[in-house]
């Protein structure tokens, strides 16, 4: 029982990260185009989609033209959501670049050493 159960937390947690990697390489997508690009049943896909909307990762990107039914809504990542930031230090320089999810720089900055901390570490044998 217990194993069945870690199980499907594994599953959904995969599920998840499938949705979103699905959403971060084609968006704006439906819930139906994701089922099919990922073989995945729609319940699966609802719940992964309410997840990422509930953590702020995920956002509506307006809606679809109706083939009959109730028009599709599109998803897409939430760039303002999480950000990285990667360093570079090469004294006495230090490069910092600030990126969204979508890994695309959003600001970068660049630093040198003041001569005195330089002159210290070296007193130091740093």
């Not at 998803?75 to 230090?94: C, M, T, V, W």
């Not at 999810?101 to 740093?126: D, H, N, W, Y």
Request: aromatic share 4%; hydrophobic share 35%.
């Amino acid at each position: 029982m217990l194993q069945t159960a870690r199980n499907q937390q594994r599953q959904r947690a995969t599920s998840l990260i499938r949705v979103f990697l699905a959403l971060k390489a084609n968006s704006p997508s439906t819930k139906n185009d994701i089922c099919v690009c990922l073989n995945l049943s729609r319940p699966t896909v609802d719940r992964a989609i309410t997840t990422l909307l509930e953590r702020g990762l995920v956002e509506r990107d307006g809606h679809g033209p109706s083939e009959g039914g109730r028009r599709p809504v599109f998803y897409k990542l939430n760039e303002q959501a999480r950000y990285a930031i990667g360093g570079d230090l090469e004294l006495p320089e230090l490069n910092l670049v600030l990126c969204g999810l979508e890994g695309m720089p959003i600001a970068s900055k660049g630093f040198i050493e003041p001569q005195s901390f330089t002159e210290r570490r070296v007193q130091m044998g740093v």
